[in-house]
């Protein structure tokens, strides 16, 4: 059993069962409670279901120092909380597999003078989902490079590059849960109104506007992260009124996911990539 959490601050501390941050309980990882919504008529045996949310996710951690003296105890302990800041959001990765929080407590349950001091933490974490450490990328359209060295062009001239054919590509999401993503279109020339569509919904993303060559729109369809930025001079800018109206924000279903690019002109000077971290419900 091993974990590292890490401050936004970049701090680090692994904790695991070896000295000197011996770890010896984990708690709250593997299941989540829910909160169920019903109602109930009167005289009414049972309830009808209305709705289900999960709660937020409490991770407990317990262990000890372990040092050779009271006084390397005492700087094992400052370090420790020194990285378990409650000032300080951070993330928790444990088995390739990574949750964001914040600390709710960090403490010890003997004087800082001892030589193997018991410390006790809780994380508060406010979305409840796991997410898997590398991001996945999935490419719709593309061009692929095919120029190398040692270069030989021969009588009928040499290809430079090749054109995905499709329009249509199937995403794989191995997570629990429906999980948002961020869509990037780019430029290779003029682009007039490019979309993205989920095949089996009719769901889409569409932007209005006519894009130039060599401009990116990104389109963020995370919960309670939506946002539609242009890259400009390697700033993110929001264009969110580019939006069309009858947009939504896709998300990517367990499971497999079959999406469609567009664009109303200029669609084979279009790129379109899919990026997106699948979500669990545990380790």
């Not at 329009?167 to 993503?181: A, H, K, L, R, Y």
Request: aromatic share 10%.
């Amino acid at each position: 059993m091993e974990l590292t959490y890490t401050n936004e601050s970049g701090g680090k501390l692994t904790l695991r069962q070896a000295k000197p941050f011996f770890l010896t309980t984990l708690d709250g990882a593997g299941s989540v409670r829910q909160t169920v919504n019903t109602f109930q008529a009167p005289q009414q045996d049972g309830a009808f279901f209305i709705s289900s949310a999960l709660d937020m996710r409490n991770i407990t951690l317990e262990g000890t120092i372990v040092a050779g003296t009271p006084n390397k105890a005492y700087e094992y302990r400052r370090q420790f909380l020194k990285i378990f800041t409650p000032k300080q959001q951070g993330t928790l990765t444990y088995r390739n597999r990574q949750i964001a929080c914040v600390v709710e407590e960090a403490g010890f349950t003997a004087s800082g003078r001892e030589r193997a001091p018991g410390f006790f933490v809780s994380l508060l974490c406010p979305s409840p989902f796991f997410e898997a450490l590398a991001e996945v990328r999935a490419e719709l359209a593309r061009w692929t490079p095919l120029f190398h060295f040692v270069l030989e062009i021969p009588d009928g001239g040499v290809e430079f590059g090749s054109r995905q054919p499709s329009q249509i590509i199937t995403v794989e999401n191995p997570g629990d849960v429906s999980c948002g993503c961020r869509i990037v279109f780019r430029a290779l020339g003029e682009v007039e109104n490019p979309e993205l569509m989920d095949v089996s919904t009719g769901e889409y993303v569409r932007l209005n506007t006519v894009m130039t060559a060599g401009e990116e729109i990104r389109v963020y369809t995370h919960f309670a992260g939506k946002r539609v930025v242009r890259l400009q001079s390697g700033e993110e800018v929001s264009v969110f009124s580019l939006l069309d109206t009858g947009s939504t924000f896709l998300q990517l279903s367990p499971g497999e996911t079959t999406l469609r690019y567009d664009a109303a002109a200029g669609k084979e000077l279009l790129e379109v990539s899919l990026y997106y971290r699948p979500q669990y419900l545990g380790v």
